[in-house]
């Protein structure tokens, strides 16, 4: 059974920086794909970032060149540095850890950009 528990959200005003962390339970880690998704409010949920177990990267456009995601296989931990943040990254963000025929979930984060 994997467990994934999200911490790091909160509010921060515009401009400025979070860094969520997602723990992970069990013994894959190592050999899954770990993401950030998020749902801001009334809208969809949408990819943010992966990372595979090898340590290639994927961002939606909106977020590149603020954000990074990385792993720690040692502490089965994913991070999302977010930087020069917005309005608009306002959302619930929710840790996913996948594999061939799997993929779970955190009961995710809330991120709230606001002055």
């Known amino acids: 059974q994997v467990q994934l528990v999200e911490s790091g959200g909160g509010l921060v005003q515009p401009g400025g920086s979070l860094r969520l962390s997602c723990a992970a339970s069990g013994s894959i880690f190592s050999t899954s794909v770990m993401g950030w998704y998020r749902q801001p409010p009334g809208k969809q949920r949408e990819l943010v970032a992966d990372i595979t177990s090898g340590g290639s990267t994927n961002y939606v456009d909106s977020v590149k060149g603020r954000f990074t995601i990385s792993r720690d296989n040692a502490k089965n931990t994913v991070y999302l540095q977010m930087n020069t943040l917005k309005p608009e990254d306002t959302a619930v963000y929710y840790c996913?850890?996948?594999?061939?025929?799997?993929?779970?979930w955190g009961q995710g984060t809330q991120v709230t950009v606001s002055s």
């Open positions: 996913t850890l996948a594999g061939l025929g799997y993929m779970y």
